[in-house]
């Protein structure tokens, strides 16, 4: 009956646990020590993994908290749904970190997690995505919503000669950041490109697969199409993957934000002309170095704030705790080959 | 009548429910013991709420499969009735108007699929991947890309707060009364008799009097009005009422059921066996996350302890049956 002295055993457990239970938990971790960055544990909780845009991100974060003395764990969902980074957050509330440095997948369905996350001492700087301000200590922001949209809109209207259809490829119709652009990109057609029309946007979900698929139905509902605007990375490069094999090529100007990697071949054989983005290596390192900022103590977050950024230098933080890294950058023939990520 | 080769007790705990417990427990244990940070009150807050949804659907899901069908709707009733909750509040009605009325939306939706299996005699695979796609198309449609996130706070607090300074959330309150409702249910009443006897045999169940559609249309307008009411919770607990809430979690709901020792042929399962599959499942991830362990290598050992428990019975039925015949005890 060796199995049911095994079950005794288990039952025996259960009993234990019941106590153990009753006697409430540890108290490990940090009320972040003032003035110190030696030794602070951030967790780094992108939108997803797999993501080469967040493994930018990370390396920067890495490389900043190597310069500080501090750890950092990257963590997140493998899908960048509302929900799905809530128990990563409250795993970083258990461990009591010192600092969570975050891309919001929605701008409130986390809300409560970081409220908890703070209240256990733990600081919060988002990055990329932002939430609702009054759930993070800052945001560090890529470029400011009205610098992205001015650029892609100043991009393709180049490309396409300033006049004729666009469609829009975004990633998923809830994503923060894309909607906020669009909504600006739209403004700005109707006053400042009036012989540009915008005649769809679609949704590929930040899906390699569904935004190639996307793509090819854009063509197809769009015999005149003149130009693509994609202001994700993944729907850019896949945008630019059908068109570079596709009747389209030299065509229908792809355009919008993308990283040099992804999009090295397209902008070598011609099938994008140039392209934008920020810099996720450096705007990782700056959130971190913001969080190791709050952390240390040497800022809190209010408007007027400044702090010392590594080889970045110094940046200010702006109304509602807003840090911004700079302008976009265009990335095209002449340039790409000097960076990599 | 056959005489039983053990005392009553030993077979109480030798049931694939009590493993099922038995490693929930084990797990627990492991974790509080190797686990920095598991140990903590936050831990039993966390996993309650996460578990929550997930619990509560599993419930009527337990007497659904045991009757030998399925519900793959659920997590789209789940996203509908939250887009219902919100659009309500939004028009301005209370929540106490808009309670009741997303878990009433829920039920017809539940009535929709039991009718169609129970009446329209269709395999209810086949009608539930039909209403996942219509319930989930109508939710994403009726909210198009926004939310509605305006919720009182006295609401949405009360979703996540914890009863007095206990790490227990309120949530758990009702859960224990779901739990214990749906337990009478299925191992203390005919119509739970019932439930097992269509799943051995819905055949043999007609022809000793029970009435087959009746019960499963009962079972499905359950499914959709619990389904409905995790929904509510889900919305609160988030403070977002959105479309694509809650996503795939059909497929949390059948694992945590089938790991909980319910037979997806039908005719067995246990109340039990469910909840603790449910909590394995919220402990393993849990502690799992604590270790800095990757959500794909989570979603590997929880697909493998699944795969696992589908596949062990049969090799042990399979044995089982081989050996009887020699003991002389062949059916």
């Not at chain 1, 469609?167 to 400042?192: F, G, H, P, R, V």
């Not at chain 2, 909590?279 to 493998?304: F, H, K």
Request: hydrophobic share 45%; charged share 15%.
């Amino acid at each position: 009956m060796r199995f049911t002295s095994v079950l005794a055993a288990g039952t025996a457990a259960v009993l234990a646990l019941g106590l153990t239970a009753c006697g409430g938990g540890g108290d490990e971790g940090g009320d972040g020590a003032s003035g110190e960055t030696e030794g602070a544990t951030i967790t780094m909780l992108p939108k997803n993994l797999g993501n080469p845009y967040f493994e930018a991100s990370t390396a920067g974060a890495e490389e900043a908290a190597e310069e500080l003395g501090a750890t950092v764990d990257e963590v997140g969902p493998d899908t960048a749904s509302p929900d799905s980074q809530v128990p990563f957050i409250n795993t970083a509330a258990q461990q009591g970190v010192s600092a969570l440095v975050i891309s919001a997948n929605d701008p409130t369905a986390i809300g409560d997690a970081l409220d908890e996350a703070r209240s256990a001492g733990t600081k919060v700087v988002t990055f990329d995505s932002d939430t609702e301000p009054q759930y993070r200590d800052l945001f560090v922001n890529q470029a400011s919503a009205e610098g992205i949209a001015d650029k892609q809109l100043e991009l393709i209207s180049d490309q396409i000669g300033g006049e004729g259809e666009i469609a829009i490829l975004s990633a998923s119709a809830n994503a923060t950041n894309q909607n906020a652009w669009i909504a600006i990109m739209e403004e700005k057609l109707a006053s400042d490109y009036p012989d540009i029309e915008l005649v769809e946007t679609a949704y590929g979900d930040d899906d390699d697969q569904t935004s190639f698929d996307k793509t090819a139905a854009l063509l197809q509902s769009h015999p005149d199409l003149k130009g693509i605007v994609s202001p994700t990375t993944v729907g850019i490069a896949a945008a630019a993957r059908y068109v570079s094999t596709s009747e389209y090529k030299g065509k229908v100007a792809v355009t919008g934000l993308g990283t040099p990697n992804q999009m090295r071949e397209y902008v070598d054989d011609g099938t994008v002309e140039a392209f934008a983005l920020w810099n996720p290596t450096d705007l990782g390192y700056l959130a971190t170095q913001a969080a190791a900022a709050l952390v240390a103590g040497d800022i809190t977050g209010e408007e007027g704030d400044t702090f010392e950024a590594g080889r970045l230098g110094e940046y200010t933080v702006g109304a509602d705790g807003e840090v911004l890294l700079g302008e976009p950058f265009v990335f095209d023939k002449s340039n790409i080959d000097d960076f990599d990520f | 009548m056959r005489t039983h080769a053990r005392p009553w007790w030993q077979r109480a705990l030798l049931t694939r429910e009590m493993l099922t417990i038995l490693i929930l427990v084990a797990a627990w244990v492991v974790a509080s013991a190797v686990v920095q940070g598991f140990d903590g009150p936050l831990t039993i807050t966390y996993l309650v709420l996460d578990v929550a949804p997930v619990l509560l659907i599993a419930l009527p899901m337990t007497l659904i499969i045991a009757t030998g069908e399925i519900d793959l709707s659920v997590a789209s009733v789940v996203g509908l009735s939250s887009v219902t909750f919100g659009l309500l509040h939004q028009a301005g009605f209370g929540l106490w108007v808009a309670l009741p009325a997303s878990v009433l939306l829920g039920a017809v939706c539940g009535a929709v699929n039991g009718t169609l299996v129970a009446y329209g005699g269709l395999p209810s695979l086949a009608v539930t991947i039909g209403s996942l796609a219509l319930y989930r198309g109508l939710a994403v449609g009726l909210l198009g890309t926004t939310a509605v996130t305006d919720f009182p706070e006295s609401w949405t607090d009360g979703a996540t707060e914890n009863l007095g300074e206990s790490p227990w959330p309120v949530v758990t309150l009702g859960l224990v009364v779901l739990i214990a409702v749906f337990a009478v249910l299925l191992h203390a009443t005919p119509f739970g008799r019932n439930v097992l006897d269509i799943g051995r045999s819905s055949e043999a169940a007609r022809f000793s009097g029970v009435d087959v559609k009746r019960t499963l249309l009962v079972l499905f307008v359950l499914s959709g009005a619990v389904s409905a009411l995790a929904g509510v919770y889900y919305t609160l607990r988030y403070g977002s009422a959105r479309g694509d809430n809650a996503t795939g979690m059909e497929l949390q709901v059948v694992a945590a059921v089938l790991l909980g020792g319910v037979s997806i042929f039908g005719g067995r399962g246990a109340i039990h066996g469910v909840v603790a599959g449910v909590l394995l499942i919220g402990v393993l991830s849990s502690a799992l996350r604590l270790e800095g362990v990757t959500v794909n290598v989570i979603n590997i050992v929880i697909g493998t302890a699944l795969v696992v428990s589908v596949v062990a019975p049969r090799i042990a039925g399979g044995l089982r049956v081989r050996r009887r015949p020699a003991v002389g005890q062949g059916s």
